[in-house]
């Protein structure tokens, strides 16, 4: 059975010119049944975009700003990770029936082999949102088979989608809903999903946290792959701080108490600033 790890919310300057109509053959899309009319190759060959035919030219509009900002948005995300990734092959379409981006982004298995066709909802008008989707799923491409379909990859995902798509996705915040919730502890324990906004949203806050004591990204993102699947927020903060794991979620409880307006986004602490 295919797993599915998608994105999904919580909450055009040029006319298009018409998409050539040959081209590579498009994959096996995670759910995306309709027809994938090839726009473009990025021009280091990483990134094949085909796009619904019936979004017309607002739908072509994204397809081809991802043709062009696709090897930015790889080359970037490449840095946080520490490695190279492969080819993917992307396909832009109304997730959902929504056309605002609001529909999200899905692929498959967990890397470069089995990951590698990506569903991205539409924006029209607004790119950097496609940008910012086709990130999240890239990312999780990047764990190496790991952390991708648990909270803790979900977090990571959506940090790189924040960094590499500047903030595009502020909609889909979480942590303010983990905080209204209770503020569970998600920094000792690993939940195997993700698709629930509290453990995820603990992560969010709980890696903004990080970034604001000056652990970046390209840091945080090796450390979370390295410990794997089953590894904590707890420990990731002991192996970048060298303090006890045990002490983490005290800490992380204190910083968030002490904050002056709360939890109201997935940054609260700045350190993405």
């Known amino acids: 059975m295919s797993m599915h790890h998608r994105i999904r919310a919580t909450a055009i300057s040029k006319k ?11 994959p096996q899309w995670p759910s995306y049944q309709g027809t994938s009319q090839y726009v473009g190759t990025s021009p280091s060959g990483r990134l094949t975009v085909y796009v619904d035919p019936t979004l017309g030219a607002p739908g072509l509009q994204n ?10 948005v790889a080359n970037a995300n490449d840095a946080i990770f520490g490695t190279t990734g492969g080819s993917v092959s992307v396909i832009i379409y109304a997730l959902g029936g929504a ?6 982004a899905d692929h498959g298995g967990c890397d470069y082999t089995t990951g590698n066709a990506i569903e991205v909802c539409a ?24 952390l991708c379909g648990y909270s803790t990859g979900e977090a990571l995902s959506r ?3 924040a960094e590499v ?6 909609d889909f915040a979480t942590a303010p809903t983990w ?3 209770g503020m569970a502890d998600w920094v000792d324990q690993v939940e195997p999903t993700d698709q629930d906004a509290d453990s995820i949203g603990c992560g969010m806050a709980f890696l903004s946290w990080l970034m604001s004591q000056g652990y970046a990204l390209d840091q945080i993102a ?4 390295t410990l794997g699947t089953n590894g904590t927020l707890a420990q990731l903060y002991s192996n970048l701080t060298s303090q006890a794991a045990s002490g983490a979620w005290s800490s992380f409880l204190a910083a968030v108490n002490a904050l002056p307006n709360g939890v109201t986004s997935d940054d609260p602490f700045g350190g993405g600033a």
């Open 99 to 104: 056309t605002d981006g609001t529909g999200g």
């Open 63 to 72: 397809a081809q700003d991802l043709v062009n900002d696709g090897d930015r």
């Open 16 to 26: 298009a010119r018409a998409a050539s109509a040959t081209g590579p053959a498009a």
């Open 165 to 170: 798509g500047n903030n595009a996705l502020s």
């Open 159 to 161: 940090w790189c989608a």
């Open 123 to 146: 924006s029209f008008g607004n790119s950097a949102r496609v940008s910012a989707l086709f990130e999240a799923e890239l990312s999780e491409c990047s764990m190496g088979g790991d």
């Open 222 to 225: 090796p450390a979370m792959v």
């Open 179 to 181: 905080a209204q919730d």
